[in-house]
């Protein structure tokens, strides 16, 4: 069991997490909406719905696993479409490309969990130390800047090395070098680094589900530096934005907020 996240913290600071300073650097009128003025999305991306459930499945397989059952593979299936009806709200949840239909979302979730149970049946590859947990750490040494992430799952490797997984339901693959560049999992690391020391080795690992591909990085202390600097800076960015411009993008086809954007016809929303 982790130690509990650092705290308390003073009631107004805001905490960061890696979807908030991407999403400002995506497109500050979209953070606005979302962050600032935290206006309810109006609807939600097929491809996020998929994502969720299949979150959801994975999480509660490894919580099994940890009591000792292993669930089959039929019955890791009959839970994602459980999951799927309870949520699944058709006012809700958009489809943006065209030709793809609901039942074909369905079924990539189907595979996605296929694929992987298939490949790491029993799950006694590793140990699982936590799914989906939270955790709560400062970029900075003074504790001005607060950060949080969802971790998937976190593992302890054979060879006693911590590993950051995180799963990923869409079709695009990054390079090596991409993901030897990635931001999200390197700041997790600064967290979970201040949970097991700065001298435990980490490793970050993503699984691509829809192309069974497991891929790994790891970063030197240098680079985790740089990283944590970074991200400082996008943080004091946002602190002095005050114009929140749009940034037109093929992204805004899933964006949730695109029925009130002003770069689509929208009423400027201060
Ligand atoms: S529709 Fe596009 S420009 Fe408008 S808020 Fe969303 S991402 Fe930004």
Do not use: N
């Not at 994975?58 to 009959?78: C, D």
């Not at 999992?185 to 949970?195: E, H, P, R, S």
């Not at 829809?210 to 990283?227: H, W």
């Amino acid at each position: 069991m982790l130690p509990p996240p650092q705290g308390p913290r003073a009631p107004l600071q805001t905490v960061y997490s890696h979807s908030r300073i991407d999403s400002f650097e995506k497109c500050a009128k979209k953070f606005h909406f979302r962050y600032v003025l935290e206006l309810p999305a109006d609807s939600e991306s097929i491809e996020a719905f998929v994502g969720k459930r299949v979150h959801e499945v994975l999480e509660r397989l490894y919580v099994f696993v940890g009591q000792g059952m292993l669930p089959g593979i039929e019955k890791v299936l009959a839970r994602y479409r459980a999951f799927w009806d309870d949520h699944y709200d058709a006012s809700r949840v958009r489809i943006v490309r065209e030709g793809t239909k609901l039942e074909d979302y369905k079924k990539l979730g189907e595979r996605c969990l296929r694929g992987y149970y298939r490949e790491y049946y029993p799950f006694d590859a590793d140990e699982t130390l936590s799914t989906e947990e939270r955790i709560v750490f400062d970029l900075d040494d003074e504790g001005k800047y607060a950060f949080q992430g969802i971790l998937d799952r976190l593992v302890r490797a054979p060879d006693g090395t911590v590993e950051i997984h995180d799963y990923k339901t869409g079709r695009w693959v990054p390079t090596q070098k991409q993901l030897d560049e990635d931001r999200q999992l390197a700041l997790y690391q600064i967290g979970v680094a201040k949970q097991y020391g700065d001298d435990a080795p980490i490793r970050l690992v993503w699984h691509y589900l829809q192309r069974g591909k497991r891929l790994t990085s790891t970063r030197t202390p240098a680079q985790i530096e740089a990283v944590k600097r970074a991200a400082i800076a996008v943080i004091d960015r946002i602190g002095v934005e005050t114009e929140y411009a749009p940034t037109k993008s093929r992204l805004c086809d899933w964006c949730e907020y695109k029925s009130i954007c002003p770069a689509f016809g929208g009423s400027p929303v201060r």
